[in-house]
Nanobody, 125 residues
Framework: QVQLVESGGGSVQAGGSLRLSCAASGYTYSSYCMVWFRQAPGKEREGVAAIDIDGSTSYADSVKGRFTISQDNAENTLYLQMNSLKPEDTSMYFC???????????????????WGQGTQVTVSS
């Protein structure tokens, strides 16, 4: 059974940093597209960053240069390093997984069967 468990969220002031983790289990981690999404109250869930099975990465324009997605295949863990945080980054952050390549439409939530429960990130001004 596929399980994704996020951690690392919290409250931080604008300009600060956080690192989110997503511990994965129940499948061959290295064969899956892994993605971070976020959802603010009253807004649609949006793709933040993706890492493909070859290690290539993709980012939403709003986080490019500030966020870095990475993974430790040996530990089956996905990370999101978030620097220079802004109040508009405040959201619930979710990791998601789907077997095989991410593809050009990695940011579409309908592509993913497996989701974590989310971790809250709050950035104050």
């Amino acid at each position: 059974q596929v399980q994704l468990v996020e951690s690392g969220g919290g409250s931080v002031q604008a300009g600060g940093s956080l690192r989110l983790s997503c511990a994965a289990s129940g499948y061959t981690y290295s064969s899956y597209c892994m993605v971070w999404f976020r959802q603010a109250p009253g807004k649609e869930r949006e793709g933040v960053a993706a890492i493909d099975i070859d290690g290539s990465t993709s980012y939403a324009d709003s986080v490019k240069g500030r966020f870095t997605i990475s993974q430790d295949n040996a530990e089956n863990t996905l990370y999101l390093q978030m620097n220079s945080l802004k109040p508009e980054d405040t959201s619930m952050y979710f990791c998601a997984a789907e077997f095989w390549w991410c593809g050009g439409n990695w940011y579409e939530m309908g592509n993913y069967h497996y989701w974590g429960q989310g971790t809250q990130v709050t950035v104050s001004s």
